[in-house]
């Protein structure tokens, strides 16, 4: 007998049509796997044929050669078991022949139950995009599938359940759409929260309203990661797709919630100086998305900057540049997005008091000079936006006066970015700090006197070629915040200001 049953593979963030053909004869019982399985899909033998058992489902004396499609392919994971075993089913005469426009994705447990996989969004796509009309798979993977539109989603709890539907004896109901709520949208932190530091709020503003990288620098207890965890609440509401985008991502990385199976909240990723560049950029021999991807469309926040291993901040560099990530493997090349805002915070030193007027530094200026010198010049080149936090006055922390909220500043970055999709409609740019070098002055045109401040600038402070694009890019997100068409020489005195810091800290 022969059979074919549709599934979908995914390697990384890459989903591909599978098609799990089965030649079966009377003979001696035996299954055999082929089309390039790895050892978690050839353990699927075991699995399937205990939970068949358990299911009271007997397969009989039969011998069959399972194909997994395309054979070139190599096949990972467990979401294959269902489709396996669908395949058995169909030879062994349980299930009708007919089961065009159905895929089946899921792991089966030894006693029949479907278990969740990861990257089930991914795999939803990719069969709506080839002609599934049908999808089933575990029911906790049911409402992440839902998302996807033109298809219809069936959670299933158990092989028997799946056997009683498509034999028309006990049809399930189908998983009713997804629905994005207000809710969704909704988080308790607010900048009205952050007494003083005014001067690092405008810099967030215009980091923002262009999503452009920052970093902050300052003494300890400056609110610093308080800042940072806040800048989600003033950029713009996800779209569908950049929410499809960054779900999928989360879903093959497997720390997707069950409770809300789409990601609408940009994200935030709070990453410790103790990554590793695997953890950092993602990894492994099946690889992983790392913390760089994870906060894709969202914030990537790498507290004590300085701690950092620097050759885990020197693999920032192609992925801060190019948005997106590649990773090389034997068994194929993965490609992950990583389209971020960086924010980085760091203490001006050891103890943290370089430069204060308050209290003493403790530390030599060799060890200054050293924790300094952890950050390379072409990283300090690819953030934007530099800012002095401050200690906060006594005044500010007792006063009773709540801050600018976040809905207010979020109203006038709002209406920055609505200039910046007019201005970038029918290409891929979504955001300032993605100008390419091609459209940089076409788009950063200045009046005379800007163009005069920037070059006098330029000279003096000996700018790198970067910077100077970069210093462009935020002068026209301060433009932008203004309404301006043309770039003026305030809103290029305000992006060089923004890279004082070097001079200060580094010397240059």
């Not at 796997?33 to 068949?52: C, F, H, N, P, Y």
């Not at 006594?394 to 201005?423: H, P, W």
Request: charged letters at 20%.
């Amino acid at each position: 007998m022969f059979a074919k049953i549709s599934s979908i593979g995914l390697f990384g963030l890459n989903a591909f049509p599978v098609t799990a053909e089965i030649s079966a004869s009377q003979g001696v019982p035996n299954i055999d796997i082929v089309g390039l399985a790895d050892q978690s899909v050839q353990e699927s033998r075991m699995r399937i044929k205990a939970a068949t058992d358990n299911s009271g489902l007997k397969l009989g004396n039969v011998k069959c050669v399972i194909n997994l499609s395309p054979a070139g392919m190599k096949k990972t994971g467990s979401f294959y078991d269902l489709a396996i075993m669908t395949a058995l089913l169909t030879a062994a005469g349980y299930l009708p022949k007919e089961l065009d426009g159905k895929a089946f994705i899921g792991e089966v447990s030894l006693g029949g139950e479907l278990c969740p996989v990861n990257g089930v969004l991914a795999m939803a796509v990719e069969a709506a995009q080839n002609g599934i009309s049908e999808l089933y798979l575990p029911y906790e993977n049911a409402a992440e599938a839902s998302v996807v539109k033109n298809i219809r989603v069936y959670g299933v709890h158990t092989v028997k359940e799946l056997v009683g539907h498509l034999t028309g004896k006990a049809l399930i109901r189908p998983t009713d759409p997804y629905e994005i709520t207000e809710e969704s949208y909704q988080t308790v932190l607010d900048f009205a929260d952050v007494k003083g530091q005014e001067a690092v709020k405008s810099a967030i503003e215009v980091a923002a309203a262009g999503f452009h990288n920052m970093l902050m620098i300052g003494p300890p207890g400056t609110g610093k990661s308080m800042i940072a965890k806040r800048i989600p609440t003033v950029l713009p509401r996800m779209t569908f797709e950049e929410s499809i985008e960054t779900t999928k991502i989360h879903s093959v990385a497997g720390i997707l919630s069950p409770k809300t199976p789409l990601v609408t909240r940009r994200p935030f990723r709070d990453v410790s100086h103790t990554a590793s560049s695997v953890g950092l950029i993602g990894g492994g021999s099946v690889p992983k998305p790392g913390e760089i991807s994870l906060a894709h469309n969202g914030v990537l926040f790498l507290d004590e900057f300085p701690e950092f291993d620097r050759r885990v901040l020197e693999t920032l560099r192609q992925p801060l540049e190019n948005r997106s990530i590649s990773i090389a493997r034997a068994a194929g090349t993965v490609t992950y997005p990583c389209n971020i805002m960086l924010i980085a915070a760091m203490n001006p030193c050891p103890c943290g008091n370089y430069g204060s007027q308050i209290k003493k530094c403790t530390c030599t200026q060799q060890q200054v000079a050293r924790y300094l010198g952890k950050i390379s010049q072409p990283i300090l080149d690819r953030i934007d936006i530099q800012a002095e936090v401050a200690t906060v006055r006594y005044e500010d922390l007792a006063g009773t006066v709540k801050s600018e909220c976040s809905a207010a500043m979020a109203e006038r970055i709002a209406k920055a970015r609505e200039i910046q999709s007019r201005r970038f409609k029918g290409t891929s740019i979504t955001s300032n700090s993605c100008i390419t070098p091609d459209m940089l002055h076409e788009v950063c045109v200045l009046d005379d006197k800007a163009g005069d401040y920037l070059k006098l600038a330029f000279e003096k402070t000996g700018l790198s070629a970067r910077a100077y694009d970069r210093v462009l890019k935020v002068a026209r997100t301060c433009a932008d915040l203004d309404g301006a068409e043309l770039i003026g020489k305030p809103h290029i005195a305000r992006a060089v200001s923004y890279r004082s810091l070097d001079r200060k800290y580094w010397g240059n």
